[in-house]
C-alpha cells in the first residue's frame, strides 16, 4: 500500500516547478495536529475510585458534574472504574468553590469622525463650497466582563499510600465590546469544571490537545491536503518521495516536513515505545532543519500572527517535551543522547556550539535516515568533532554506521 501510495504523489509532486524556493512561504499556512500528552505520574489507571466532595451545599450540583468529567477524562484515556470492590487507585476532589459573575465598564476611545462643514472659497472656480469638518471625537463605549473563578484540590492514593496531591484552580476573564460575543456564566462555569477534570485526570492517564504547527510549501504544497485532513501517513509518504535536496538549506525543509508527519504520526500510536521511537526521530529531524539551515528561526522558535488562531510553539521544543514524557511513560529511562535532546525548560542547543560527534551519527543511523541524508546532516553542520581513531571506527561500525558515512567522517576529520 504505501508503494502505491508513492507512486501517486510522485507526478503530483513532479508538477512543481524545479526552481521553486523551499520556505513557508509570505502567507504562512498552519495546520492542527491531536498532540497526546502521556499522564504525569507512572502509576496505571486500572480500578480508579473517583470522590468529589464540596462543603458547601449549593455545590453538590458541581460537584456532580466534576465527577461526570473525572470518569469520561479516565475512560478516554483508557483507564477504568471500580464500580465495586476495593480500588487500586483512589482519586479524591474537593470543589472548594465555583461561581461567576458579569459586570458592566465604560471606557472612552477617540475616533476620526465628521464635526461639522464649513464654507471654503474656491478660486477656480470662483464661488464657495461646502467641505467636511474631521477630528478625533471621545466615543464612550460599554464593556462587558465575564469572570469566574473556581478553586479545590485533588488528591491520588494508590494502596501503599499517597502518591499525589495538588490544586486544581481555574481561573477566567474576558471583556467584551457591547457584550458581543460574551458567553453565558453557565458556559463559563461548565468550561472551568471541565478543565479542572482535565488537570487531574492528567495526573493518571494520557489527555489529548490540539497544537498548531507550520508546514512548509513549494515542493511540498501538493502535500498539504493531507496534513489538513490528518492523513500524516500519506503525508510522510509524500516527502519520502521527494529527493533529497542538494543545497543543505534547501534539505532542511524536507527535514522538517519528515519531522512534522514523524512527530504527528508519533501521536496516532498505541504502542508507547513506538510512538516513543518515531518521537526520536522526529526530534532528530528537526535538528537536521537546524544544522541545516540555521538562519530559518521557524525551525526553532515560536510563531504568532494576527491571523492565526493559536500561537504556534517551538517545534523543537515541543519534540523535546514529548520525547522526554514518553521515556518516563514507557520507562524508558534515560533517553539516547542526540543533539535534540533537551528539557522543555531548556532551550536546544545551538549546533554551533554542539557540533556533530560519533554519537550523533550513530543516533542519525538508528533513526534510519539514509547514507545521503547523513551526509548532507555532517556537511550542514558548522563544526564536526569527530573522533576516528581505529577504535572508534570500530565503534561506528559496530553501532550501524555504512562504511560510506563513517569515509566521509574521516575526510570531514581531516579538513
Request: glycine fraction near 6%; charged fraction near 25%.
Amino acid at each position: 500500500m504505501k508503494r502505491l501510495l508513492v507512486a501517486l504523489c510522485v507526478p503530483v509532486l513532479a508538477a512543481v516547478p524545479a526552481e521553486a524556493r523551499e520556505g513557508f512561504g509570505f502567507l504562512k499556512k498552519a495546520v492542527d495536529v491531536v498532540r497526546t500528552i502521556p499522564p504525569s505520574l507512572n502509576v496505571g489507571a486500572r480500578r480508579v475510585k473517583i470522590d468529589v466532595a464540596s462543603e458547601r451545599g449549593s455545590e453538590e450540583d458541581d460537584s456532580r458534574t466534576l465527577a461526570r468529567y473525572l470518569s469520561d477524562a479516565i475512560l478516554a484515556g483508557g483507564g477504568t472504574l471500580a464500580e465495586s470492590g476495593k480500588p487500586e487507585i483512589t482519586l479524591s476532589v474537593d470543589l472548594d468553590r465555583l461561581d461567576s459573575h458579569e459586570t458592566w465598564e465604560t471606557k472612552t476611545e477617540y475616533e476620526y469622525q465628521k464635526t461639522g462643514t464649513q464654507q471654503v472659497y474656491n478660486e477656480k472656480k470662483q464661488k464657495y463650497e461646502t467641505k467636511d469638518i474631521y477630528g478625533n471625537v471621545p466615543v464612550t463605549k460599554n464593556i462587558k466582563v465575564v469572570e469566574a473563578s473556581l478553586t479545590g484540590t485533588y488528591d491520588i492514593r494508590a494502596k501503599n499510600g499517597e502518591v499525589d496531591s495538588g490544586s486544581i484552580d481555574q481561573q477566567f476573564k474576558q471583556k467584551y465590546d457591547d457584550g458581543t460575543g460574551a458567553p453565558a456564566p453557565s458556559r463559563v462555569e461548565d468550561d472551568l469544571l471541565k478543565q479542572a477534570a482535565r488537570v487531574a485526570a492528567a495526573r493518571i492517564v494520557p489527555v489529548q490537545d490540539r497544537v498548531s504547527i507550520l508546514i512548509p510549501r513549494a515542493s511540498f504544497e501538493p502535500l498539504i491536503p493531507f496534513a489538513e485532513s490528518g492523513a500524516w501517513d500519506r503525508y510522510l509518504a509524500g516527502v519520502e518521495a521527494v529527493a533529497p535536496k542538494k543545497s543543505p538549506k534547501e534539505e532542511a525543509y524536507r527535514q522538517y516536513a519528515l519531522a512534522i508527519a514523524k512527530e504527528a504520526l508519533a501521536y496516532q500510536q498505541e504502542d508507547r515505545r513506538d510512538a516513543l521511537e518515531m518521537l526520536r526521530a522526529a526530534a532528530q529531524h528537526y535538528q537536521n532543519a537546524v544544522s541545516g539551515n540555521p538562519s530559518e528561526t521557524l525551525f526553532r522558535q515560536g510563531y504568532t500572527s494576527l491571523l492565526s488562531v493559536n500561537t504556534i510553539g517551538s517545534p523543537v521544543a515541543r519534540a523535546n517535551e514529548s520525547v522526554a514524557k514518553y521515556a518516563a511513560w514507557t520507562g524508558s529511562g534515560a533517553i539516547a543522547r542526540t543533539p535534540a535532546q533537551t528539557s522543555s525548560s531548556t532551550a536546544p542547543p545551538s549546533p554551533a556550539k554542539a557540533g556533530m560527534r560519533n554519537q550523533t551519527v550513530i543516533d542519525l543511523a538508528k533513526a534510519g535516515l539514509s547514507d545521503e541524508n547523513i551526509i548532507l546532516a555532517i556537511d550542514a553542520a558548522s563544526q564536526t568533532d569527530f573522533d576516528v581513531s581505529p577504535n572508534a571506527l570500530i565503534a561506528l561500525s559496530k553501532d550501524g554506521v555504512s562504511k560510506t558515512v563513517i569515509a566521509h567522517m574521516q575526510k570531514r576529520a581531516k579538513r
